[in-house]
């Protein structure tokens, strides 16, 4: 927004625009108050100095108790004179020309700080902000992601935007983002998803380096698998289908299939039902992506026609005018050195009769251009509703959700491990089960009401996200 104070006289914070502003932002009482001569500028907590064309910061040190400071949509070049407002909670520095984060290292109070909208290229000098929880520096000019990680240092950060910058555009810059910063519970005004926060986590085994071995997985080759988390993946319908990430987060969750785990034969089903069910995923994954191509190709084509029409119309347009305005400037010319009434007459009579002319020369142009649009949308409407309808009824059909797809292989597992369970706890009865087994799985295994319980509710449980997986892409199908 600073832009638009190009032309107006940048103004210092002086004592006459902090009275203003709290005579129109306060109570009526306070109002009262501040129109007094011995206003106590201690009982101030909420300064609003937005839109004043701002460029220094300076004389605010009065206003020690302030919790709520507004100074967006200024041209501010420095953060500056905050040193003695060590109350701040919430502070708006948006719409600025700010291009060094500086200056705040008294304001240790601080839960909310904007800084979107301005020319800052790099995270620094926030160590001292240990309450802040909502950081905005959108729309900045920060280019390396990497930079990031200066903010694992805010405990308290729960929401961040960076939507805007130039790192945004990098590859896998969501999952870095949240890899790197566990606590996130908003990215970009987007929900951070548990499940992408616990794949992450569940790269790590019990090794403690979650970071190192996230950034490790990226590098070896399993960028792919991570793509899920981008805008290419998302607009595809597809996220969370790459790899083994749908499989993953059936069992990330469940603690007992951890503990069955460790029964005999379990471990060889275990091998198998991964690698079939990964690449039933992998199927629909596929399929995704290439119908997204088919759906970009066709916006794409509806645009460069789009585009095509109306500059023909404009160019039409443009030479019917010029051939107006041509004839008109003659009939001008002729009018100023004909000596004649009646010659005069006529030209005024053509010049009329010439504009009737052009209005219909337009109207018609426009009566055109309004049924090829009309014909662009009704022919861009029938292609989408093929491509969308197409694709929702292989989801259901062909792809990995019905048939023999996803939910029988959870099926066919499920019975298989049900038998291996029955058929260890009929040897663990009869004194016949020569391994040895933990405690926790003899719990499991006091009875055949018991074992069938716990791994039933488990299979709810996985049938439960298979299903969510494909009303998730149902639905965002629908809506787009």
């Known amino acids: 927004m600073s832009q638009f104070f190009n032309n107006v006289e940048p103004n210092i914070i002086d004592d006459e625009m902090v009275q203003t502003a709290i005579e129109e932002k306060c109570p009526e009482d306070l109002g009262d108050l501040a129109r007094g001569e011995n206003i106590n500028l201690k009982v101030v907590t909420e300064l609003q100095l937005s839109f004043k064309s701002i460029l220094q910061i300076d004389n605010l040190w009065p206003l020690e108790n302030l919790t709520k400071l507004q100074l967006d949509n200024n041209v501010i070049e420095k953060i500056e004179g905050l040193e003695s407002l060590v109350h701040l909670v919430w502070l708006d520095l948006s719409f600025n020309n700010i291009e060094v984060i500086e200056g705040l290292d008294t304001l240790v109070k601080l839960q909310d700080l904007s800084l979107y909208s301005n020319r800052i290229s790099k995270i620094e000098h926030m160590d001292t902000l240990q309450e802040l929880q909502i950081f905005s520096i959108g729309k900045n000019n920060l280019t390396i992601l990497e930079d990031v990680v200066y903010l694992r240092r805010l405990k308290s950060l729960r929401t961040l935007n960076?939507?805007?910058?130039?790192?945004?555009?990098?590859?896998?810059?969501?999952?870095?983002?949240?890899?790197?910063?566990?606590?996130?519970?908003?990215?970009?005004?987007?929900?951070?998803?548990?499940?992408?926060?616990?794949?992450?986590?569940?790269?790590?085994?019990?090794?403690g380096n979650s970071i190192l071995q996230s950034l490790c997985f990226v590098a070896l080759g399993a960028g792919s698998l991570q793509k899920s988390g981008s805008q290419k993946h998302t607009t595809a319908f597809v996220e969370y289908l790459n790899g083994s990430l749908l499989f993953d987060s059936l069992y990330e969750e469940d603690r007992e299939a951890a503990k069955l785990a460790s029964l005999p034969g379990v471990g060889d089903l275990l091998q198998a039902y991964p690698s079939w069910f990964v690449s039933v995923s992998g199927n629909l994954y596929t399929y995704g992506l290439e119908e997204y191509e088919k759906r970009e190709a066709e916006v794409s084509k509806f645009y460069k026609r789009l585009h095509e029409i109306l500059t023909v119309n404009q160019q039409e347009s443009k030479r019917i005018i010029s051939d107006f305005e041509s004839r008109?400037?003659?009939?001008?010319?002729?009018?100023?050195?004909?000596g004649s009434g009646h010659i005069a007459e006529s030209l005024r009579a053509q010049g009329k009769e010439d504009i009737h002319q052009l209005w219909d020369a337009l109207m018609t142009l426009e009566a055109l251009v309004s049924n090829d649009l009309e014909e662009l949308l009704q022919d861009f409407k029938r292609s989408i509703d093929v491509i969308a309808s197409t694709f929702t009824e292989n989801i259901q059909g062909i792809y990995p959700f019905h048939s023999i797809q996803c939910r029988d292989l959870e099926n066919q597992h499920h019975e298989k491990l049900m038998e291996i369970a029955i058929a260890t706890l009929e040897k663990l009865e009869k004194d016949e089960l020569e391994e040895n087994l933990p405690d926790d799985v003899r719990r499991l295994l006091v009875d055949k009401n018991t074992i069938e319980n716990a791994i039933n509710m488990s299979h709810s449980i996985r049938l439960r996200k298979i299903d969510k997986r494909e009303s998730d892409m149902l639905c965002n199908t629908y809506q787009w």
């Open 162 to 207: 960076l939507s805007g910058n130039p790192l945004c555009n990098k590859e896998h810059y969501m999952l870095f983002v949240v890899a790197h910063l566990p606590s996130l519970v908003y990215l970009d005004f987007k929900l951070v998803r548990d499940s992408t926060v616990r794949f992450l986590h569940s790269l790590t085994g019990k090794s």
């Open 328 to 338: 008109n400037q003659r009939r001008l010319d002729e009018l100023y050195h004909t």
